[in-house]
């Protein structure tokens, strides 16, 4: 199956109205990652992320995330949620797919040429996304931790992993929330 970068942007797909739209969640996570000394009680590990759960505005999931040089998410999604994160210090990188994929009834996709984003979010930068948003978050640094604040509306209901190979996206595993509780 091939997704054609002239599909609907995943960004593109809003919060439902009751709940904080993903411009209300770009705000939080900008107010938190402004809080020094939150950002500095996070317990830094040389080897693995740490996090920290944070009350979200709206009855939304929130994470303080501190990422060891040379760690990364790997491929994945947050289902029908929208969101939000920030960099409140270090440098994380993000990969994404500029297309929407299709949410169920697959196993591996075929990816189009043209529909791979790239960004650098240094201290103070970050962004919203819509749900469905498919993308992998790393700290290529080599000697520096980054430091982060995610929210999510409505809390994740499920992550949905993915492995790539090339222009092929393989869909690995379904993570529900008692798995990393």
Known sequence: MS??????????????AHGPTQAELLDFVRRTAGDAELISSLPLDP??????????????????????????????????????F??????????SLTARLPTDGWKTLELTEGIDRERRLGAGKGRSFGRHHVHEVLNESTEEHAISVHAYY???PQIRRYSRSGQVLRLEQVERPADWQ
Request: proline residues 12%; charged residues 15%.
């Open 154 to 156: 409505p809390p994740l």
């Open 3 to 16: 997704v054609s970068p002239s599909l609907t942007p995943a960004a593109s797909a809003a919060a439902p």
């Open 86 to 95: 920030l960099t409140a210090s270090g440098e994380l990188k993000e990969h």
């Open 47 to 84: 080897e693995g992320r740490t996090w920290v759960r944070l009350e979200g505005p709206g009855g939304s999931e929130a994470w303080l995330i501190g990422w060891p040089p040379g760690t990364g998410t790997g491929w994945h999604d947050h289902a029908e949620s929208v969101g939000a």
